[in-house]
DNA sequence: TCCATATGGATAGCGACACTATCCATATAA
DNA sequence: TTATATGGATAGTGTCGCTATCCATATGGA
Protein backbone atom coordinates (compact mmCIF):
# COMPACT_ATOMS: atom_id res chain seq x y z
CA UNK A 1 0.00 0.00 0.00
CA UNK A 2 1.29 3.89 -1.26
CA UNK A 3 0.63 6.96 0.38
CA UNK A 4 -2.37 7.85 -1.91
CA UNK A 5 -4.06 4.64 -0.79
CA UNK A 6 -3.28 4.62 2.48
CA UNK A 7 -4.74 8.25 2.69
CA UNK A 8 -7.97 7.15 0.84
CA UNK A 9 -8.76 4.02 3.14
CA UNK A 10 -7.90 5.74 6.29
CA UNK A 11 -9.98 8.80 4.97
CA UNK A 12 -7.10 11.07 6.00
CA UNK A 13 -5.77 13.61 3.13
CA UNK A 14 -2.03 12.55 2.15
CA UNK A 15 -1.01 15.94 3.24
CA UNK A 16 -1.98 15.24 7.02
CA UNK A 17 -0.50 11.90 6.93
CA UNK A 18 2.76 13.17 5.89
CA UNK A 19 2.51 15.72 9.04
CA UNK A 20 2.21 12.43 11.44
CA UNK A 21 4.68 11.19 9.71
CA UNK A 22 6.77 14.11 9.92
CA UNK A 23 5.99 14.79 13.64
CA UNK A 24 6.88 10.46 14.69
CA UNK A 25 3.33 9.54 15.17
CA UNK A 26 3.24 7.38 12.52
CA UNK A 27 6.41 5.18 11.70
CA UNK A 28 8.00 4.84 8.25
CA UNK A 29 6.98 2.51 6.01
CA UNK A 30 9.24 0.12 4.48
CA UNK A 31 11.44 1.82 2.30
CA UNK A 32 11.07 0.34 -1.36
CA UNK A 33 13.41 2.35 -3.39
CA UNK A 34 14.96 5.59 -2.57
CA UNK A 35 11.73 7.43 -2.98
CA UNK A 36 8.57 5.33 -1.89
CA UNK A 37 7.59 3.38 0.90
CA UNK A 38 5.43 0.39 1.24
CA UNK A 39 2.63 0.69 4.30
CA UNK A 40 0.64 -1.85 5.67
CA UNK A 41 -2.44 -2.51 8.01
CA UNK A 42 -0.32 -1.29 11.24
CA UNK A 43 -0.08 1.79 9.70
CA UNK A 44 -4.14 1.89 9.27
CA UNK A 45 -4.20 1.58 12.42
CA UNK A 46 -2.16 3.77 14.12
CA UNK A 47 -3.42 5.90 11.87
CA UNK A 48 -7.07 4.98 13.33
CA UNK A 49 -5.37 5.25 17.07
CA UNK A 50 -4.05 8.50 16.43
CA UNK A 51 -7.67 9.64 15.38
CA UNK A 52 -9.32 8.10 18.20
CA UNK A 53 -6.14 10.65 20.40
CA UNK A 54 -6.72 13.59 18.59
CA UNK A 55 -10.46 13.79 17.31
CA UNK A 56 -12.07 12.55 20.18
CA UNK A 57 -9.54 12.63 23.06
CA UNK A 58 -8.74 16.03 21.92
CA UNK A 59 -4.92 15.42 23.16
CA UNK A 60 -2.24 17.65 22.38
CA UNK A 61 0.23 15.56 19.68
CA UNK A 62 2.90 15.98 22.45
CA UNK A 63 1.20 13.64 24.39
CA UNK A 64 -0.08 11.08 21.58
CA UNK A 65 3.75 11.10 20.83
CA UNK A 66 4.22 10.51 23.94
CA UNK A 67 1.51 7.17 24.34
CA UNK A 68 2.90 6.05 21.09
CA UNK A 69 6.02 5.79 22.25
CA UNK A 70 5.25 3.50 25.29
CA UNK A 71 2.78 1.63 23.26
CA UNK A 72 5.80 0.43 21.22
CA UNK A 73 8.29 0.01 23.84
CA UNK A 74 9.55 -3.59 22.87
CA UNK A 75 11.37 -3.26 25.99
CA UNK A 76 8.95 -3.74 28.55
CA UNK A 77 6.12 -7.00 29.38
CA UNK A 78 2.91 -6.74 27.87
CA UNK A 79 0.95 -5.93 30.69
CA UNK A 80 3.09 -2.81 31.95
CA UNK A 81 2.97 -1.39 28.92
CA UNK A 82 -1.36 -1.74 28.70
CA UNK A 83 -0.27 -0.06 32.18
CA UNK A 84 2.05 2.10 30.85
CA UNK A 85 0.00 3.44 27.67
CA UNK A 86 -2.74 4.45 29.81
CA UNK A 87 -0.77 5.87 32.44
CA UNK A 88 0.77 8.31 30.01
CA UNK A 89 -2.90 9.35 28.56
CA UNK A 90 -3.94 12.12 30.52
CA UNK A 91 -3.74 15.87 29.58
CA UNK A 92 -5.19 19.19 30.70
CA UNK A 93 -3.78 22.00 32.95
CA UNK A 94 -1.14 20.57 35.58
CA UNK A 95 -1.89 21.75 38.98
CA UNK A 96 0.37 24.37 40.06
CA UNK A 97 2.39 23.33 42.87
CA UNK A 98 2.72 26.06 46.06
CA UNK A 99 -1.40 26.71 46.37
CA UNK A 100 -3.54 26.01 49.06
CA UNK A 101 -6.32 24.69 47.27
CA UNK A 102 -4.11 21.49 45.79
CA UNK A 103 -2.62 20.68 49.34
CA UNK A 104 -6.10 20.28 50.47
CA UNK A 105 -7.01 17.99 47.44
CA UNK A 106 -4.53 16.10 47.97
CA UNK A 107 -5.52 15.04 51.76
CA UNK A 108 -9.06 14.39 49.87
CA UNK A 109 -8.01 12.23 47.29
CA UNK A 110 -5.65 10.48 49.73
CA UNK A 111 -8.16 9.56 52.24
CA UNK A 112 -10.54 8.39 49.34
CA UNK A 113 -7.60 6.45 48.07
CA UNK A 114 -7.72 4.56 51.74
CA UNK A 115 -11.17 4.37 52.04
CA UNK A 116 -11.61 2.56 48.93
CA UNK A 117 -8.36 0.29 49.20
CA UNK A 118 -6.49 1.39 45.78
CA UNK A 119 -2.81 0.12 46.72
CA UNK A 120 -1.31 1.33 43.42
CA UNK A 121 1.76 -0.18 42.75
CA UNK A 122 4.18 1.96 40.33
CA UNK A 123 1.42 2.14 37.73
CA UNK A 124 -0.73 5.36 39.75
CA UNK A 125 1.67 6.55 42.43
CA UNK A 126 1.45 9.91 43.10
CA UNK A 127 3.22 10.95 39.95
CA UNK A 128 1.25 9.74 37.76
CA UNK A 129 -0.42 12.00 34.97
CA UNK A 130 -4.17 10.40 36.52
CA UNK A 131 -3.23 10.89 39.66
CA UNK A 132 -2.12 14.84 39.31
CA UNK A 133 -5.53 14.98 36.87
CA UNK A 134 -7.47 14.22 39.93
CA UNK A 135 -5.90 16.23 42.21
CA UNK A 136 -6.11 19.06 39.70
CA UNK A 137 -9.83 18.83 39.00
CA UNK A 138 -10.44 18.68 43.03
CA UNK A 139 -8.15 21.25 43.16
CA UNK A 140 -10.12 23.34 40.96
CA UNK A 141 -14.14 22.08 42.83
CA UNK A 142 -12.00 23.16 46.33
CA UNK A 143 -11.17 27.05 44.88
CA UNK A 144 -14.19 27.20 42.91
CA UNK A 145 -16.07 26.70 46.15
CA UNK A 146 -18.38 23.40 45.37
CA UNK A 147 -18.23 20.52 47.62
CA UNK A 148 -15.74 18.12 47.43
CA UNK A 149 -15.45 15.64 50.46
CA UNK A 150 -14.31 11.87 50.56
CA UNK A 151 -18.52 11.20 50.64
CA UNK A 152 -19.01 13.15 47.21
CA UNK A 153 -16.39 11.10 45.80
CA UNK A 154 -17.00 7.90 46.88
CA UNK A 155 -19.87 7.78 44.40
CA UNK A 156 -17.49 8.53 42.18
CA UNK A 157 -14.61 5.85 42.69
CA UNK A 158 -17.30 3.11 43.05
CA UNK A 159 -18.40 3.72 39.68
CA UNK A 160 -15.21 4.19 38.26
CA UNK A 161 -13.95 0.71 39.91
CA UNK A 162 -16.91 -1.12 37.87
CA UNK A 163 -16.13 0.55 34.68
CA UNK A 164 -12.46 -0.50 35.02
CA UNK A 165 -13.29 -4.17 35.17
CA UNK A 166 -15.58 -3.55 32.09
CA UNK A 167 -12.84 -1.98 30.61
CA UNK A 168 -10.20 -4.82 31.12
CA UNK A 169 -12.84 -7.30 29.98
CA UNK A 170 -12.99 -5.84 26.93
CA UNK A 171 -9.09 -5.53 26.47
CA UNK A 172 -8.88 -8.59 27.80
CA UNK A 173 -11.16 -9.86 24.52
CA UNK A 174 -7.98 -9.73 22.09
CA UNK A 175 -5.86 -12.16 21.64
CA UNK A 176 -3.19 -9.82 19.43
CA UNK A 177 -0.64 -8.51 22.34
CA UNK A 178 -0.27 -5.57 19.99
CA UNK A 179 -3.88 -5.19 19.73
CA UNK A 180 -4.70 -5.44 23.20
CA UNK A 181 -2.58 -2.50 24.14
CA UNK A 182 -4.06 -0.53 21.04
CA UNK A 183 -7.69 -1.41 22.45
CA UNK A 184 -6.00 -0.29 25.88
CA UNK A 185 -5.60 3.09 24.84
CA UNK A 186 -8.41 3.18 22.14
CA UNK A 187 -11.18 2.10 24.30
CA UNK A 188 -10.11 4.31 27.42
CA UNK A 189 -10.23 7.64 25.39
CA UNK A 190 -13.12 6.65 23.18
CA UNK A 191 -15.42 5.42 25.80
CA UNK A 192 -14.78 8.51 27.32
CA UNK A 193 -17.47 10.83 25.74
CA UNK A 194 -19.80 7.77 25.38
CA UNK A 195 -19.42 7.83 29.78
CA UNK A 196 -19.91 11.32 29.85
CA UNK A 197 -23.14 12.09 27.36
CA UNK A 198 -24.22 9.15 29.35
CA UNK A 199 -24.58 11.18 32.18
CA UNK A 200 -25.76 14.14 31.16
CA UNK A 201 -28.49 11.70 29.42
CA UNK A 202 -28.78 10.46 33.04
CA UNK A 203 -29.00 13.80 34.88
CA UNK A 204 -31.89 14.74 32.46
CA UNK A 205 -33.16 11.49 33.55
CA UNK A 206 -32.92 11.73 37.40
CA UNK A 207 -34.19 15.60 36.59
CA UNK A 208 -37.36 14.77 35.06
CA UNK A 209 -37.99 11.34 37.55
CA UNK A 210 -37.66 13.88 41.05
CA UNK A 211 -39.43 17.12 39.22
CA UNK A 212 -40.77 16.79 35.87
CA UNK A 213 -44.69 16.78 34.92
CA UNK A 214 -43.02 14.31 32.01
CA UNK A 215 -45.08 16.49 30.00
CA UNK B 1 -16.71 46.53 43.74
CA UNK B 2 -15.17 48.24 40.85
CA UNK B 3 -13.39 46.45 38.16
CA UNK B 4 -9.75 46.57 39.39
CA UNK B 5 -11.24 44.40 42.36
CA UNK B 6 -13.69 42.15 40.62
CA UNK B 7 -10.05 41.25 38.45
CA UNK B 8 -7.96 40.87 42.07
CA UNK B 9 -10.74 38.52 43.51
CA UNK B 10 -11.16 36.38 40.83
CA UNK B 11 -7.75 36.08 40.16
CA UNK B 12 -8.46 36.98 36.39
CA UNK B 13 -7.13 39.51 34.63
CA UNK B 14 -9.00 43.12 33.84
CA UNK B 15 -7.95 42.69 30.59
CA UNK B 16 -9.74 39.17 30.35
CA UNK B 17 -12.86 40.20 32.20
CA UNK B 18 -13.39 42.91 29.78
CA UNK B 19 -13.01 40.51 27.28
CA UNK B 20 -15.95 38.61 28.73
CA UNK B 21 -18.30 41.42 29.25
CA UNK B 22 -17.88 42.17 25.28
CA UNK B 23 -18.61 38.82 24.50
CA UNK B 24 -21.76 38.81 26.89
CA UNK B 25 -20.87 36.28 29.42
CA UNK B 26 -20.22 38.83 32.02
CA UNK B 27 -23.36 40.93 32.50
CA UNK B 28 -22.15 44.15 32.93
CA UNK B 29 -22.04 45.70 36.35
CA UNK B 30 -24.52 48.78 37.62
CA UNK B 31 -23.97 51.54 36.08
CA UNK B 32 -22.94 53.73 38.83
CA UNK B 33 -21.71 57.08 36.35
CA UNK B 34 -21.14 57.45 33.06
CA UNK B 35 -17.57 55.97 33.40
CA UNK B 36 -17.65 53.55 35.84
CA UNK B 37 -19.87 50.37 37.06
CA UNK B 38 -20.22 48.81 40.40
CA UNK B 39 -20.06 44.87 40.46
CA UNK B 40 -21.18 42.28 43.49
CA UNK B 41 -20.85 38.88 44.27
CA UNK B 42 -23.28 37.30 41.23
CA UNK B 43 -20.96 38.98 39.50
CA UNK B 44 -18.07 36.57 40.87
CA UNK B 45 -19.67 33.83 40.96
CA UNK B 46 -20.39 34.55 37.18
CA UNK B 47 -16.65 34.32 36.58
CA UNK B 48 -16.35 31.05 38.36
CA UNK B 49 -18.97 29.48 36.87
CA UNK B 50 -17.48 31.01 32.99
CA UNK B 51 -13.75 29.54 33.82
CA UNK B 52 -15.10 26.37 35.18
CA UNK B 53 -16.17 25.90 31.83
CA UNK B 54 -13.77 27.77 29.97
CA UNK B 55 -10.78 26.10 31.95
CA UNK B 56 -11.74 23.02 33.23
CA UNK B 57 -14.53 21.95 30.84
CA UNK B 58 -12.96 23.38 27.69
CA UNK B 59 -16.20 24.42 25.87
CA UNK B 60 -15.74 27.02 23.39
CA UNK B 61 -16.99 30.78 24.34
CA UNK B 62 -20.29 30.24 22.08
CA UNK B 63 -21.28 27.12 24.01
CA UNK B 64 -20.47 29.19 27.56
CA UNK B 65 -22.81 32.39 26.52
CA UNK B 66 -25.71 29.62 25.26
CA UNK B 67 -25.18 27.91 28.85
CA UNK B 68 -25.41 31.22 30.22
CA UNK B 69 -28.24 32.21 28.29
CA UNK B 70 -30.13 29.37 29.54
CA UNK B 71 -29.05 30.29 33.08
CA UNK B 72 -30.08 33.99 33.09
CA UNK B 73 -33.53 32.79 31.14
CA UNK B 74 -36.50 33.69 33.92
CA UNK B 75 -38.97 32.53 31.41
CA UNK B 76 -38.50 29.29 32.45
CA UNK B 77 -39.41 27.95 35.87
CA UNK B 78 -36.72 26.63 38.03
CA UNK B 79 -36.19 22.97 37.03
CA UNK B 80 -36.58 23.23 33.41
CA UNK B 81 -33.67 25.79 33.93
CA UNK B 82 -31.53 23.22 35.67
CA UNK B 83 -32.66 20.53 32.90
CA UNK B 84 -32.06 23.16 30.01
CA UNK B 85 -28.56 24.37 31.15
CA UNK B 86 -27.12 21.24 31.42
CA UNK B 87 -29.04 20.65 28.29
CA UNK B 88 -27.00 22.80 26.29
CA UNK B 89 -23.46 21.71 28.23
CA UNK B 90 -21.90 19.37 25.73
CA UNK B 91 -20.09 20.36 22.93
CA UNK B 92 -17.36 18.54 20.62
CA UNK B 93 -18.08 17.43 16.89
CA UNK B 94 -21.46 16.95 16.04
CA UNK B 95 -21.75 13.83 13.95
CA UNK B 96 -22.23 14.06 10.35
CA UNK B 97 -25.15 12.77 8.94
CA UNK B 98 -25.71 10.42 6.25
CA UNK B 99 -22.92 8.24 8.01
CA UNK B 100 -23.84 4.68 8.10
CA UNK B 101 -21.80 4.48 11.70
CA UNK B 102 -23.69 7.09 12.46
CA UNK B 103 -27.39 5.31 12.16
CA UNK B 104 -25.81 1.91 13.50
CA UNK B 105 -24.55 4.04 16.57
CA UNK B 106 -28.54 5.58 16.78
CA UNK B 107 -29.64 2.09 16.64
CA UNK B 108 -27.47 0.86 19.42
CA UNK B 109 -28.51 3.49 21.88
CA UNK B 110 -31.86 3.28 20.94
CA UNK B 111 -32.02 -0.37 22.27
CA UNK B 112 -29.60 0.72 25.17
CA UNK B 113 -31.82 3.57 26.36
CA UNK B 114 -35.18 0.86 25.99
CA UNK B 115 -32.91 -1.25 28.04
CA UNK B 116 -32.51 1.29 31.15
CA UNK B 117 -36.04 2.24 30.34
CA UNK B 118 -34.84 5.82 30.23
CA UNK B 119 -37.99 7.64 28.96
CA UNK B 120 -36.61 11.18 28.62
CA UNK B 121 -39.42 14.05 28.20
CA UNK B 122 -38.27 16.78 26.53
CA UNK B 123 -35.26 17.54 27.82
CA UNK B 124 -33.39 14.71 26.64
CA UNK B 125 -35.24 13.84 23.04
CA UNK B 126 -32.65 12.79 19.97
CA UNK B 127 -32.16 16.19 19.43
CA UNK B 128 -30.39 17.35 22.53
CA UNK B 129 -26.88 18.27 22.68
CA UNK B 130 -26.32 15.08 25.39
CA UNK B 131 -27.86 12.42 23.04
CA UNK B 132 -25.99 13.65 20.04
CA UNK B 133 -22.82 13.50 21.91
CA UNK B 134 -23.22 10.01 22.66
CA UNK B 135 -24.65 8.95 19.26
CA UNK B 136 -21.34 10.20 17.82
CA UNK B 137 -19.01 8.73 20.16
CA UNK B 138 -20.63 5.54 19.60
CA UNK B 139 -20.71 5.95 15.98
CA UNK B 140 -17.02 6.71 16.37
CA UNK B 141 -16.29 3.66 18.09
CA UNK B 142 -17.93 1.40 15.53
CA UNK B 143 -16.18 3.32 12.58
CA UNK B 144 -12.91 2.95 14.33
CA UNK B 145 -13.76 -1.08 14.82
CA UNK B 146 -14.30 -1.18 18.25
CA UNK B 147 -16.84 -2.88 20.31
CA UNK B 148 -19.72 -1.38 21.28
CA UNK B 149 -22.99 -3.18 21.59
CA UNK B 150 -25.61 -2.79 24.23
CA UNK B 151 -23.84 -5.15 26.68
CA UNK B 152 -20.53 -3.22 26.88
CA UNK B 153 -22.79 0.03 27.19
CA UNK B 154 -24.83 -1.25 29.67
CA UNK B 155 -22.35 -0.72 32.73
CA UNK B 156 -21.80 2.62 31.01
CA UNK B 157 -25.29 3.84 31.89
CA UNK B 158 -25.64 2.16 34.97
CA UNK B 159 -23.12 3.73 36.25
CA UNK B 160 -24.26 7.20 34.79
CA UNK B 161 -27.49 6.45 36.47
CA UNK B 162 -26.04 6.17 40.02
CA UNK B 163 -23.82 9.14 39.48
CA UNK B 164 -26.94 11.27 38.17
CA UNK B 165 -28.13 11.08 41.61
CA UNK B 166 -25.61 11.64 43.74
CA UNK B 167 -25.00 14.80 41.12
CA UNK B 168 -28.59 15.73 41.99
CA UNK B 169 -28.43 15.78 45.89
CA UNK B 170 -25.49 18.31 45.57
CA UNK B 171 -27.69 20.17 43.58
CA UNK B 172 -30.49 19.82 45.63
CA UNK B 173 -28.60 20.85 48.84
CA UNK B 174 -28.18 24.57 47.79
CA UNK B 175 -31.35 26.47 48.97
CA UNK B 176 -31.25 29.36 46.68
CA UNK B 177 -32.48 28.98 43.21
CA UNK B 178 -29.72 31.02 41.39
CA UNK B 179 -27.22 29.00 43.37
CA UNK B 180 -29.05 25.53 42.45
CA UNK B 181 -28.47 26.14 38.55
CA UNK B 182 -25.30 27.25 38.59
CA UNK B 183 -24.37 24.04 40.80
CA UNK B 184 -25.54 21.72 38.24
CA UNK B 185 -23.71 23.51 35.48
CA UNK B 186 -21.00 24.10 37.51
CA UNK B 187 -20.46 20.68 38.98
CA UNK B 188 -21.76 18.51 35.86
CA UNK B 189 -18.38 20.33 34.27
CA UNK B 190 -15.92 20.09 37.08
CA UNK B 191 -16.49 16.07 37.72
CA UNK B 192 -16.08 15.21 34.80
CA UNK B 193 -11.73 15.58 35.02
CA UNK B 194 -12.87 13.81 38.58
CA UNK B 195 -14.27 10.87 37.25
CA UNK B 196 -12.39 10.46 34.28
CA UNK B 197 -9.11 10.64 36.68
CA UNK B 198 -10.40 8.17 38.74
CA UNK B 199 -11.54 5.71 35.50
CA UNK B 200 -8.01 6.17 34.67
CA UNK B 201 -6.66 5.33 38.19
CA UNK B 202 -9.34 2.30 38.72
CA UNK B 203 -7.87 1.09 35.28
CA UNK B 204 -4.27 1.17 36.76
CA UNK B 205 -5.38 -0.79 39.74
CA UNK B 206 -7.65 -3.13 38.11
CA UNK B 207 -4.30 -3.39 35.30
CA UNK B 208 -2.24 -4.21 38.96
CA UNK B 209 -5.28 -6.52 40.27
CA UNK B 210 -5.22 -8.66 37.75
CA UNK B 211 -1.91 -9.18 36.16
CA UNK B 212 0.75 -7.33 38.40
CA UNK B 213 3.25 -8.88 40.75
CA UNK B 214 2.92 -5.61 42.60
CA UNK B 215 6.43 -5.06 42.99
C1' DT C 1 12.25 5.83 -24.80
C1' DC C 2 9.26 9.36 -23.04
C1' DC C 3 6.50 11.84 -19.98
C1' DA C 4 2.45 12.38 -16.87
C1' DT C 5 2.07 11.14 -12.26
C1' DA C 6 3.37 9.95 -7.51
C1' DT C 7 6.64 10.17 -3.74
C1' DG C 8 9.38 11.91 0.24
C1' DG C 9 11.11 15.91 2.06
C1' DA C 10 11.24 20.70 3.34
C1' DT C 11 9.12 25.03 4.38
C1' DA C 12 5.79 28.44 4.76
C1' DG C 13 1.07 29.73 5.43
C1' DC C 14 -3.66 29.48 7.31
C1' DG C 15 -7.71 29.71 10.30
C1' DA C 16 -9.67 29.24 14.63
C1' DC C 17 -9.53 30.70 19.23
C1' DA C 18 -8.82 32.73 23.64
C1' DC C 19 -7.02 36.02 25.19
C1' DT C 20 -3.81 40.44 25.63
C1' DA C 21 -2.01 44.93 24.76
C1' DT C 22 -2.66 49.64 23.39
C1' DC C 23 -4.98 53.79 22.98
C1' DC C 24 -8.31 57.26 24.28
C1' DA C 25 -11.66 60.51 26.31
C1' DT C 26 -13.68 60.90 30.53
C1' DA C 27 -14.16 60.87 35.47
C1' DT C 28 -12.75 60.24 40.04
C1' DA C 29 -10.12 60.34 44.47
C1' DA C 30 -6.19 62.23 47.07
C1' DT D 1 -4.82 69.79 40.51
C1' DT D 2 -3.15 65.72 38.99
C1' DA D 3 -2.09 60.83 38.99
C1' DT D 4 -4.88 57.01 38.39
C1' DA D 5 -8.85 54.16 36.99
C1' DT D 6 -12.70 53.26 33.91
C1' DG D 7 -15.43 51.76 29.78
C1' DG D 8 -14.99 51.26 25.15
C1' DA D 9 -12.88 50.20 20.84
C1' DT D 10 -9.48 47.94 18.02
C1' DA D 11 -5.61 45.54 16.75
C1' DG D 12 -2.13 42.17 17.88
C1' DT D 13 -0.23 37.64 19.87
C1' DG D 14 0.73 32.87 20.58
C1' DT D 15 -0.62 28.25 20.07
C1' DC D 16 -1.99 24.44 17.45
C1' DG D 17 -3.36 21.30 14.05
C1' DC D 18 -3.23 21.02 9.96
C1' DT D 19 -2.77 22.55 4.67
C1' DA D 20 -0.65 24.22 0.53
C1' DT D 21 3.29 24.78 -2.32
C1' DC D 22 7.50 23.61 -4.25
C1' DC D 23 11.11 20.47 -5.70
C1' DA D 24 14.25 16.73 -7.21
C1' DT D 25 13.74 12.10 -7.98
C1' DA D 26 11.61 7.86 -9.50
C1' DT D 27 8.07 5.08 -11.51
C1' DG D 28 5.31 2.90 -14.88
C1' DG D 29 2.21 2.79 -18.82
C1' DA D 30 2.07 4.13 -23.90
Redesign the pocket.
Known sequence: M????LSERSG?????V??Y??EGLLP??R???????E?DESHLRRLRLIRAM??VGR????TVREVLAVVDDGSQDQHSRIGAAVWALPHGNEPTADDPAVAAAEHTVQMLLDRVGWSFGRLAGPDSPAYRKLVGAVAELHRLGYPCNVENLLPYAAAASRLAEADLDLVESYDDAEEQIEAAVACTVLYEPVLLGLRRLAEAEECNRRFGTGS
Not at 59 to 62: A, E, G, N, S
Open positions: RLAQITTATKYLRPGRVTATQSYTQLPVT
